[in-house]
């Protein structure tokens, strides 16, 4: 084993000629700047149309909120807590609730959740309207 002391950080590292980080047991070197990282996309986490305070884009502007663990009929569930009123957090009712990317409406729905269940009809379904508009008769509307 050959030691080697780290002039950027001033620590001591071991180092190990011939293996691999793998065989080593350590991590290989960051490499963000070159893509190689993957990131993630973070999705909203409405319950139903509601902002929920457990999403990841939640975010309280007063820095109050934690998430606590609680037993529930025996499992552990996460819950948002808010050390303003000391119980559990409201989520987008809350004056000082906020999101990430915008999406809180003002009566505390997500913009993010109606619009996954607006859909655009069908083109079949499109043109069955259009035909049914086209079938009246103008004489019929005067």
Do not use: W
Not at 52 to 72: D, E, G, H, Q, Y
Not at 115 to 139: A, G, I, N, Q, W
């Amino acid at each position: 084993m050959l030691v080697m002391k780290n002039e950027h950080s001033g620590s001591y590292r071991h180092h190990h000629t011939g293996l691999t980080h793998h065989q080593r047991g350590t991590r290989p070197p960051h490499h963000g700047e070159h893509g190689l990282d993957k990131e993630k996309k973070v999705m909203p986490q409405p319950i139903g149309d509601k902002c929920n305070p457990l999403c990841p884009l939640f975010v309280c502007t007063r820095n109050a909120m934690f998430i606590a663990s609680k037993p529930v009929k025996g499992r552990i569930i996460k819950i948002a807590q808010c050390r303003l009123t000391g119980g559990d957090c409201i989520g987008g009712e809350c004056q000082y609730a906020s999101c990430k990317v915008n999406s809180l409406l003002p009566d505390g729905r997500c913009a993010k959740a109606l619009e996954k269940k607006h859909t655009r009809p069908s083109d079949e379904e499109f043109f069955k309207e259009m035909l049914k508009v086209e079938e009246y008769d103008v004489s019929e509307f005067r």
